[in-house]
């Protein structure tokens, strides 16, 4: 089945460093979609996108679809960014599945 | 704008007992409808996916089912739960197509004991 891959599966960066996270599909996707998880497990949908760039605030999403990979990079980052990224690939089709990665586990600290 | 409402927040039940999760969606017409389950520690997957009303179709087999008995409402249930159905439903809907952006509600945490 489809399988999506998260790298690294945790990440301590000191605040203001810039977060660099990876994610590998294993079939062809007709869209990323990156979330935030909170510690309660309700999510917070960050960024989307089919192809190429896009940016809100601090996050950038890259996608390559045809590589497979996408990317979310989160510049200057704070103590607040802590906690659990999630991608998640659509892969079209009628039901619009998505399949999720295990997550990033990201701590900023002081 | 469109919200989407889950309920109830947290549950906690005993093993046997019946379930009934329920999601409703307002500001958005004939939406397509997903649920998701999240064991604890585990990976987000779907369980079921609704197009229209009347219309459920299961992902993945856990001895659950849900329907659409309207067009913004959706509920999952169970006549009797088991551990293993402990964890985080989500409740999701799309817009613009298969290919479009999934929106979630803010889930309910289900204890089995």
């Known amino acids: 089945g489809q399988q999506v891959q998260q790298s690294p599966a945790s990440l301590v960066l000191q605040e203001g460093e810039n977060a660099e996270l990876q994610c590998n599909f294993s079939s062809t996707a007709t869209r990323l979609q990156w979330f935030y998880q909170r510690p309660g497990g309700s999510l917070v949908s960050l960024l989307s996108n089919p192809s190429g760039t896009k940016h809100t605030g601090r996050l950038t999403s890259t996608t390559v679809t045809k590589e497979r990979r996408g990317s979310l990079h989160i510049s200057s980052s704070q103590i607040t960014d802590s906690g659990t990224y999630l991608c998640a690939m659509n892969s079209g089709g009628s039901n619009a599945k998505l399949t999720f990665g295990k997550g990033t586990k990201l701590s900023v600290k002081s | 704008a469109q919200t989407i409402h889950q309920w109830p927040v947290a549950e906690i039940k005993a093993v046997g007992s019946p379930l009934s999760l329920g999601c409703t969606i307002k500001g958005k017409s004939s939406p397509n409808l997903y649920w998701y389950w999240q064991a604890t520690g585990g990976t987000l997957q779907q369980l079921f996916y609704s197009i229209t009303v009347g219309q459920v179709e299961s992902v993945v087999q856990l001895n659950l089912s849900a329907s659409r008995p309207k067009d913004d409402q959706f509920i999952l249930s169970t006549e009797k739960l088991l551990l293993s159905h402990s964890g985080f439903y989500l409740c999701?809907?799309?817009?613009?197509?298969?290919?479009?952006?999934?929106?979630f509600g803010e889930g309910s945490k289900l204890t089995v004991l």
């Open positions: 999701a809907w799309a817009r613009g197509g298969n290919t479009g952006q999934l929106y």
